[in-house]
């Protein structure tokens, strides 16, 4: 792969404009989101595109709630709801729940390759992965509640309280079940776990997997009839993917099992910022519904500790990802490093590192270089991709998260400008699964919903003002 030269680009960062013609241009993107929003809607759930992906999956959901929360709350609510009905009795959610409506080759690797069956954890007559993606739900039940209008709020409070115990679960499982070794983490299985698949950050860990031959029947990659292939994972990565399922099909996703037998045991720091922000918006939803708080802020301290304590590394003044096979911590410099900005408590000097980072030529070039914010991956590591999945490309969620990381930690400059790339993105290229940092050029699907979803947290909450309460 190439290196890329950032310097010769003539492009300037968007910044935040509000002119007049700017709140119209955000208003008329707000209106054909939300028609995205409304094609990809199937009764009970939002398919994250109608060709690509047209199931539900996890994570997608809850950022999809968290947009249609503004104008559709019914529907918001009705889409974590259908995705929790699917909830493993582990407690685990699953990264994908199949719709059984959906043609069966739709897409690649189904229901039939996936056998959730095999496991008695799994939901009775409800196919679904065997694997869970981030936890970002306890927060998108939150923001989603604070929608709410007055005349909604018994109705909504009502939700909350329905969803809490399950919302509590999935910290649960992952908290105990996937904390091997007791080290107050916790470990992915998978990459598809990460909801990052491709990252480099793995990189090292995963491409030493190698797949015996014969391992894997024949196979027909659905994805590259609806994307191009120089913007989807590569077919080794591809080929680890399904390998790695394939093993813990054969051991029924069982965790102890899995976790005593995969050739991939991840600590992600990016995934585990997401469920210590998720265990603050617990305690946010447990004083709202009566319930105590208190175990959850126990629980968000405990993973402040973990984080900072274990994937911390001073001497690269980053946090990574850490590889608990080879008991290694991964050095590539990518996006899940800056994951426990969502942190409330993570300390000044620690914040200012990551924002250093984040505002170096290896994520934003400076004037008279490119260009968008933020690229999934350094632009000066020799093998970084402005077009392939998440090696290199800006997904608008990533952007989100860091966006409400960097408000709280009062960088406004910073996250306006990670605002404003994200409506520039979506206002030259639509809502597509994915941009080109150095270009703006749209990948992936079209019509993506996590892309409309967000576009309308961006373009309605994003100007400034940090998080209230
Ligand atoms: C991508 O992952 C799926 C596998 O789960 C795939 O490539 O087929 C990722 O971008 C993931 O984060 C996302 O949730 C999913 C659906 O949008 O697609």
């Given at each position: 792969m190439s290196q890329?030269?950032?310097t010769?680009?003539q492009?300037?960062?968007?910044a935040l404009d509000?002119?007049?013609?700017?709140?119209?241009t955000r208003a008329?993107?707000?209106?054909r989101?939300?028609?995205?929003?409304?094609g990809?809607w199937?009764?009970r759930?939002t398919?994250?595109?109608?060709?690509?992906?047209?199931?539900?999956?996890?994570?997608?959901?809850a950022?999809?709630?968290?947009g249609?929360?503004w104008h559709d709350?019914?529907?918001?609510?009705?889409?974590l709801?259908?995705?929790f009905?699917?909830?493993?009795?582990?407690?685990?959610?699953?990264?994908?729940?199949?719709?059984p409506t959906?043609p069966?080759?739709?897409?690649f690797?189904g229901?039939?390759?996936w056998?959730?069956?095999?496991?008695?954890?799994?939901?009775?007559g409800?196919p679904?992965?065997g694997?869970?993606?981030p936890?970002?739900?306890?927060?998108?039940?939150?923001?989603?509640?604070?929608?709410a209008?007055?005349a909604?709020?018994?109705?909504?409070?009502?939700?909350l309280?329905?969803?809490y115990?399950?919302?509590?679960?999935?910290?649960r499982y992952?908290a105990?079940?996937?904390?091997?070794?007791?080290?107050?983490?916790?470990?992915i299985?998978h990459p598809?776990?990460?909801?990052l698949d491709?990252?480099?950050?793995?990189d090292r860990?995963f491409?030493?997997i190698?797949?015996?031959a014969g391992?894997?029947?024949?196979?027909?990659r659905?994805?590259?009839?609806h994307?191009a292939?120089?913007?989807?994972?590569?077919d080794?990565?591809y080929?680890?993917?399904?390998?790695l399922?394939?093993?813990?099909?054969?051991?029924?996703y069982?965790?102890?099992?899995?976790l005593a037998?995969?050739?991939?045991?991840?600590?992600?720091?990016?995934?585990?910022?997401?469920?210590?922000?998720?265990?603050h918006a617990l305690?946010?939803i447990?004083?709202l519904?009566g319930?105590?708080?208190?175990?959850?802020l126990?629980?968000?301290?405990?993973?402040?500790?973990a984080?900072v304590?274990?994937l911390?590394?001073?001497?690269?003044?980053?946090f990574c990802a850490w590889d608990l096979r080879?008991d290694?911590r991964?050095?590539e410099?990518?996006?899940?490093s800056f994951g426990?900005?969502?942190?409330?408590?993570l300390?000044?000097?620690?914040?200012?590192?990551?924002?250093?980072e984040?505002?170096?030529p290896?994520?934003?070039p400076r004037p008279?270089g490119?260009?968008?914010?933020?690229?999934?991956y350094?632009?000066?590591?020799a093998d970084f991709?402005?077009?392939r999945?998440?090696?290199g490309?800006v997904w608008?969620n990533?952007?989100w998260?860091?966006?409400h990381g960097?408000?709280q930690?009062?960088?406004?400059?910073?996250?306006?400008?990670?605002?404003?790339?994200s409506?520039e993105?979506?206002?030259?290229?639509g809502f597509?699964?994915?941009?080109?940092p150095?270009?703006?050029?749209?990948?992936?699907?079209?019509?993506?919903?996590?892309?409309?979803?967000?576009?309308?947290?961006f373009?309605?909450a994003?100007h400034?003002?940090?998080?209230s309460g």
């Open positions: 890329h030269q950032p010769s680009r492009v300037t960062h968007p509000d002119t007049a013609a700017a709140m119209e008329e993107l707000v209106d989101a939300r028609e995205v929003l409304d990809n199937m009764g759930y398919r994250p595109s109608q060709a690509l992906y047209p199931h539900q999956w996890s994570w997608d959901s950022f999809i709630a968290i249609r929360a709350p019914a529907r918001a609510r009705q889409e709801e259908t995705l009905e699917a909830q493993w009795t582990t407690g685990m959610v699953p990264s994908i729940v199949f719709d959906a069966p080759d739709a897409y690797p229901p039939q390759v056998q959730s069956e095999r496991s008695p954890a799994a939901p009775h409800r679904t992965s694997i869970t993606q936890p970002i739900h306890a927060r998108a039940a939150l923001e989603v509640h604070r929608h209008k007055p909604d709020r018994a109705l909504s409070l009502a939700w309280a329905r969803l115990p399950r919302l509590v679960a999935q910290q992952l105990a079940t996937r904390d091997p070794g007791g080290r107050g983490l916790a470990a299985v598809w776990e990460s909801g491709d990252s480099p950050a793995w860990d491409h030493r190698a797949v015996p391992a894997l029947p024949a196979y027909r659905r994805d590259l009839d994307a292939a120089a913007d989807r994972p590569t080794a990565d080929e680890r993917f399904l390998y399922l394939t093993l813990e099909r054969a051991a029924r069982e965790d102890s099992q899995v037998a995969t050739p991939f045991l991840m600590v992600d720091p990016l995934f585990n910022a997401i469920l210590l922000w998720s265990a305690a946010d447990a004083r519904i319930a105590d708080p208190a175990p959850h126990a629980e968000a301290h405990r993973l402040h500790e984080l304590g274990e911390w590394v001073t001497h690269r003044r980053r080879r290694q991964e050095p410099d990518s996006i899940v426990p900005l969502l942190d409330p408590d300390p000044p000097e620690i914040v200012a590192a990551i924002c250093r984040l505002e170096s290896s994520f934003h008279g490119s260009h968008y914010l933020v690229p999934t350094s632009e000066r590591a991709d402005p077009d999945y998440w090696r490309p608008l990533t952007n998260l860091l966006w960097l408000r930690h009062g960088r406004i400059g910073l996250a306006n400008e990670v605002v404003a790339s409506i993105l979506v206002r030259r290229s597509r699964e994915y941009y080109d150095l270009d703006g050029s749209g990948h992936g699907s079209d019509r993506f919903s996590w892309s409309a979803a967000l576009l309308i947290d373009a309605l994003g400034g003002a940090p998080d």
